[in-house]
């Protein structure tokens, strides 16, 4: 009976003595993984305080040999754009926001707490819309909007990401969500729907919106395809597209392309620590009914 116990005593040993092995191998392996990740980033951060001629210095030295910041300072220099391009990607970025939380979540309000004739059919006429590949769109989307005279504007950015039915999807989950008895009390005591939208329903999804301003922010920040076909003059750019610009016909700046990626994801950064947890509980919590 003793050895018994003393077998079993041995075995549990040995089971956890696997299962600590298992995790630092497991540590090792998704630390591997994470530095491969952030490798570019820290590529990039260090080649922006180099001089240009050591930046693919092999072997890769991310402690620069040179410490500059003259590459910074080229991106405030007359001969680039670089503050012009800032502030229209981050004017663009805040008109986008501003009009795609009005009118998406008022969409998403009336799918999931209107009943209207035809609800369900214009629903699944929007998902459908999903299934069509962007590319696809491209041309009739250049061809509306030069009819509308407002390509080489920040409106042909403006309007395609406003209009998303990803997050009408995404927020009619949300709301769906959101107890009903809540709404028809509200409506009971006399309150209109556009005041159980503003004063009840939005202020239960903040996390549904957070999330959805995230990915407005950073899809919009870093779009290239949009400005480059959209936008031709130099001056009305955004940045995605300005870095491109320090690219000349006889050569290449990379010290100063990693300078401004650098600055430029600064703010998708900010954001994202600032509205981490919104971002999590909004991810979680939508979707879960139909």
Not at 227 to 255: C, H, N, R, W
Request: hydrophobic content about 55%; glycine content about 4%; charged content about 15%.
């Amino acid at each position: 009976m003793i050895k018994s116990k003393d077998k079993i005593t041995a075995n549990k040993a040995k089971v956890n003595k696997n299962k600590k092995i298992g995790k630092i191998v497991l540590s090792g392996i998704l630390l591997i993984i994470g530095f491969l990740n952030i490798f570019p980033f820290l590529f990039m951060l260090s080649s922006s305080f180099k001089p240009l001629n050591q930046v693919f210095d092999y072997p890769i030295q991310l402690i620069p040999r040179t410490f500059i910041i003259q590459n910074y300072k080229n991106l405030f220099l007359p001969e680039y754009n670089f503050v012009r391009w800032y502030s229209n990607t981050t004017i663009m970025i805040c008109v986008t926001i501003l009009l795609k939380t009005l009118i998406v979540s008022m969409t998403a309000y009336a799918f999931a707490r209107l009943k209207f004739k035809g609800r369900n059919v214009i629903f699944l006429i929007f998902l459908s819309a999903m299934m069509m590949p962007p590319d696809v769109t491209i041309i009739p989307k250049y061809a509306i909007f030069n009819m509308m005279n407002i390509t080489d504007t920040m409106w042909s950015l403006v309007f395609p990401y406003t209009f998303d039915v990803f997050f009408v999807f995404l927020l009619r989950q949300f709301f769906i969500s959101i107890p009903f008895s809540l709404s028809e009390a509200a409506i009971i005591d006399g309150c209109s729907h556009f005041k159980v939208f503003y004063k009840i329903i939005l202020p239960l999804a903040k996390p549904a919106l957070v999330t959805m301003i995230i990915f407005t922010f950073v899809w919009g920040w870093n779009d290239y395809m949009n400005p480059y076909i959209f936008i031709s003059d130099t001056k009305k750019q955004m940045l995605s597209v300005g870095v491109e610009l320090f690219t000349t016909a006889k050569a290449t700046d990379y010290a100063t392309q990693m300078a401004a990626a650098t600055l430029i994801l600064v703010p998708v950064l900010i954001l994202f620590l600032f509205a981490q947890r919104f971002f999590i509980e909004g991810i979680s919590t939508s979707g879960v009914k139909g």
